[in-house]
């Protein structure tokens, strides 16, 4: 059983910064890729940001320049750094860690507001 355990949400203001963090614990096979999706009230989940276990990365488009994606692959631990938060990042941010065997995981998700 794999855990992730997300923290670093938050309220921030606009042009704000929070950076979140994803620990995965328990039988992890093997990481292919970590990274973030975003749920926002009314709408689908959408990927934020994802990085390899080779250190690609990619991004959406709405948050290109704005966040970095990171990982310890020692920790088996990923990063979101945001800046420059805009009222519309507001959303639930979801961690997941895709495995070489096929398995998918996912945190629990941790709440990121961007309000004045």
């Known amino acids: 059983q794999v855990q992730l355990v997300e923290s670093g949400g938050g309220l921030v203001q606009p042009g704000g910064s929070l950076r979140l963090s994803c620990a995965a614990s328990?039988?992890?096979?093997?990481?292919?890729?970590m990274g973030w999706y975003r749920q926002a009230s009314g709408k689908e989940r959408e990927l934020v940001a994802a990085i390899t276990s080779s250190g690609i990365t990619n991004y959406a488009d709405s948050v290109k320049g704005r966040f970095t994606i990171s990982r310890d692959n020692d920790k088996n631990t990923v990063y979101l750094q945001m800046n420059s938060l805009k009222p519309e990042d507001t959303a639930v941010y979801y961690c997941?860690?895709?495995?070489?065997?096929?398995?998918?995981?996912w945190g629990k998700g941790t709440l990121v507001t961007v309000s004045s």
């Open positions: 997941y860690l895709a495995a070489w065997d096929g398995m998918d995981y």
């Open positions: 328990g039988s992890i096979f093997s990481i292919l890729s």
